[in-house]
C-alpha cells in the first residue's frame, strides 16, 4: 500500500484575488442571488478532462447567494486583482520550514471545475515550491509541492438537479501542500498530518474552526490505482479510511481476476424497456417511478451472478460501484439481482418475466434503473463502461463518516489545466524573499515552551489554536504559566458554562493588561472573565463586583480585624487578596503584637 496527502488550510488573510474579507457571514442573509450553467472546456491540448465531462452529464443549475463582503470578481463579472502579498508572504515562509525549493516565477493556473463550487467553473492554484520534506518518527516524508489556491464556494444543498452555494467563502486563500506516497501505514499517516498541521497553527495566520483545514488522502495498492479520498476532516479517521480504500482496491481485485477468467469481455448487452412487465407491479418504488412518467431498462451483464453482491467496503458491495456510475446520469440508483428483490416488492413472477426479457441464464445477473428513458439510457451505458473495466479505475472519491468511502467522478487528469491570463507571473526576486520572516521550527518552539512551562502543559499549548494570543501575552510580561492556564482551562471552563468570547484576544489583553497594574489578584481571573464576556470592562467589574486587590493599609487592618487568621481572611477575602502578601503580613504582625501569636 501507498500513501500520500494533501492538506489544505485556509490562510487568515484578504481573498486572494481581490481586497474582500475573508470573515464568513454565519447568520447573514444573502442580498441577492445569481445563477449558472457550466459545462467543460478544451484544454491548450484540445483535451477535455474525465472529471468535468462526468460532471457535465448531471446537467445541473447552480446557484449562488451573495453577500456583503462579496465583489465583483467572486460573481466573475470583474478580472481578479494581484494575488495578495500578506498569503504569498505566508506560504513562502511556511515553504522554507518544509524545506521546499522555491520555484523562480509564480504562474496562476486555472483548473477546470464544474461541479458549480466556483461561478467561474474553475479554481485560481499557483504552485509556490517543489521537492521539499518533513521529518517523522519513521523517516522523512517528501513534499513534492506546495500551492497556493482559492477556496471553493460553501455548499448549502445539492441535489440531483440543482445545487446551492454561498459566495462568502469563495476566494479564501488556501495553501496546498501534497506529501509523496512515503507514508507507511495508518498511524504514520496521523502523524505526519499532525505534524504539517502543527506547523501551520504555529504560524498564528491561519484560519481555526470547522471546516479551515480538510485532508486529501490518495491511496494505492498492488494491482490497483492511485484513488483520491476527498474531505477527511477527522484526524482519528485518517487511518480507517486509508485501510478501508486499500481493502476495496484488493476486494476489486480479486473480482476483476474472476472475471478474467470467466473470458467475458468486452460486455455488448443492450438496454431492454421493460416497463410492461411491471404495468400492474404493486413494489412501490416501481409504482412510483411508472406514476411519474418514467421507464424501467434492464441490461445483461453475463456471468456476472454472486459478483455484484460481493462486499468491498462495510456496507458497500461491488454492486454500489456500479450503481454509482449509474448516478452520474442522475438517476437515483440501481436495482441489481445480487440483491433479495422481493425486499422492493418485486413479485417471483415479475423477476422470471425480466429474466427472459433479458435472456439471463443460470450463471448471469441483471441491472434495472426506474427514470425517464433518456437518463435510464444514460445510467445503463455508464454500467457497461464500469462493468467493462479489468482494472481498478483512478477515482475521486468522498470520506464518509463511518470510513468508507463514496464515488464523486474519475479522478482529474492534466487536461484539467491552463494558464490564467488575467494574472501576471509573479518572479521569486531576492527582494520579494528579504520581506519574507521564516518564522520558528516546530521543534525550536517546542523547545521554547518547555522552558515557560511544564512538559505537559507546552504539549497543550504547542497544539492549542490559542497559541498566538498565549505568545502576546507572554511578550506583555504575563507569567507562562498563568497565562497558559487562563487560555487551556479557564476559558474552557467558562466556555462549557455558557460563556463565549467574541474576541478573545482583545478580552485577553485588556484583562492582563489591568492585572500587570496591580488592580486585581490571580485568584479574581475567572471572575472577571466571566464578566467579561457579557461585554464589560474590566474597571467596571472590579468596581461593581467589588474584586479589586486589597493591599497596603487597608490589608493591614483587614488582616488585623481578623485576628491574623490566615485561614478566615482566605475563606472570606479570596478573591481579593494576594495569599503571598497576607502570610507576610501575618507573620509581621504576629511577631509585633503577641496578642496574635
Do not use: W
Request: hydrophobic share 35%.
Amino acid at each position: 500500500m501507498k500513501i500520500g496527502i494533501e492538506i489544505h488550510q485556509r490562510l487568515n488573510t484578504s481573498k486572494l484575488f481581490c481586497n474582500c474579507s475573508s470573515d464568513i457571514s454565519e447568520d447573514e442573509k444573502p442580498i441577492c442571488m445569481i445563477h449558472r450553467r457550466l459545462h467543460p472546456v478544451l484544454s491548450e491540448l484540445g483535451e477535455v478532462d474525465e472529471a468535468s465531462k462526468s460532471e457535465h452529464l448531471k446537467r445541473r443549475d447552480f446557484e449562488y447567494q451573495v453577500f456583503k463582503n462579496n465583489c465583483l470578481v467572486e460573481l466573475d463579472e470583474e478580472p481578479p486583482h494581484p494575488m495578495n502579498d500578506d498569503a504569498l508572504n505566508l506560504v513562502l515562509s511556511i515553504s522554507a520550514q518544509l524545506n521546499a525549493t522555491l520555484v523562480s516565477e509564480i504562474h496562476t493556473m486555472r483548473k477546470t471545475v464544474i461541479d458549480g463550487s466556483n461561478t467561474s467553473g474553475f479554481q485560481r492554484t499557483a504552485v509556490i515550491s517543489l521537492n521539499g520534506h518533513v521529518e517523522t518518527s519513521k523517516g522523512n516524508v517528501g513534499i513534492t509541492s506546495i500551492a497556493l489556491e482559492e477556496e471553493s464556494a460553501g455548499i448549502i444543498s445539492n441535489s440531483e438537479n440543482q445545487a446551492t452555494y454561498r459566495l462568502d467563502r469563495l476566494g479564501i486563500p488556501l495553501i496546498e501542500i501534497s506529501t509523496a506516497p512515503d507514508i507507511k501505514d495508518g498511524d504514520h499517516l496521523r502523524e505526519v498530518a499532525e505534524k504539517i498541521g502543527l506547523m501551520l497553527r504555529s504560524t498564528g495566520k491561519v484560519a481555526r474552526g470547522l471546516g479551515t483545514i480538510r485532508q486529501d488522502i490518495n491511496v494505492s495498492t498492488e494491482g490497483g490505482t492511485r484513488v483520491e479520498i476527498k474531505g477527511a476532516q477527522d484526524l482519528k479517521m485518517l487511518g480507517e479510511l486509508a485501510k478501508g480504500e486499500a481493502n476495496r482496491q484488493t476486494e476489486l481485485v480479486k473480482i476483476i481476476f474472476e472475471i478474467r477468467s470467466k473470458k467475458v469481455l468486452p460486455i455488448d448487452s443492450l438496454s431492454v424497456d421493460l416497463t410492461s412487465i411491471f404495468k400492474s407491479t404493486s413494489a412501490s418504488l416501481i409504482k412510483k417511478g411508472l406514476d411519474s412518467g418514467s421507464s424501467i431498462l434492464g441490461l445483461l451483464l453475463p456471468k456476472h451472478k454472486g459478483l455484484l453482491g460481493r462486499e468491498i467496503q462495510s456496507g458497500k458491495r461491488y454492486g454500489t460501484e456500479m450503481s454509482d456510475y449509474a448516478k452520474l446520469a442522475g438517476v437515483k440508483g440501481i436495482i441489481h439481482s445480487d440483491e433479495q428483490l422481493e425486499k422492493y416488492g418485486i413479485t417471483s413472477g415479475e423477476i422470471e418475466s425480466v429474466k427472459s426479457a433479458l435472456s439471463v441464464g443460470s450463471d448471469d445477473a441483471f441491472v434495472m434503473v426506474v427514470a425517464n428513458e433518456t437518463a435510464a439510457k444514460a445510467a445503463l451505458k455508464n454500467v457497461l463502461v464500469r462493468a467493462n473495466m479489468d482494472y481498478v479505475p483512478g477515482e475521486t472519491r468522498r470520506a464518509n463518516p463511518d470510513g468508507t468511502t463514496t464515488f464523486m467522478r474519475p479522478i482529474p487528469g492534466k487536461a484539467r489545466m491552463y494558464p490564467e491570463t488575467d494574472i501576471p507571473c509573479v518572479p521569486i526576486t531576492s527582494e520579494l524573499l528579504s520581506s519574507v520572516s521564516v518564522g520558528e521550527s516546530i521543534d525550536a518552539k517546542r523547545s521554547r515552551l518547555e522552558k515557560l512551562l511544564n512538559k505537559d502543559l507546552a504539549a497543550t499549548m504547542l497544539k492549542s489554536r490559542n497559541l498566538h494570543v498565549f505568545e502576546k501575552l507572554v511578550e506583555l510580561g504575563v507569567e507562562p504559566m498563568l497565562a497558559a492556564n487562563t487560555l487551556e482551562n479557564t476559558v474552557v471552563a467558562l466556555r462549557r458554562d455558557g460563556f463565549e468570547f467574541t474576541d478573545l484576544e482583545k478580552t485577553m489583553v485588556e484583562l492582563f493588561s489591568e492585572y500587570k497594574k496591580g488592580s486585581f489578584v490571580k485568584a479574581a481571573v475567572p471572575e472577571v472573565l466571566k464578566y467579561m464576556t457579557k461585554g464589560a470592562r474590566v474597571d467596571a467589574v472590579l468596581k461593581i463586583y467589588r474584586l479589586h486587590k486589597i493591599t497596603g493599609k487597608d490589608l493591614e487592618k483587614l488582616v488585623s480585624d481578623n485576628g491574623c487568621n490566615l485561614s478566615v481572611i482566605m475563606q472570606k477575602h479570596r478573591l481579593q487578596v494576594d495569599p503571598a502578601e497576607v502570610s507576610q503580613l501575618v507573620g509581621k504582625l504576629k511577631c509585633e503584637n503577641p496578642a496574635y501569636r
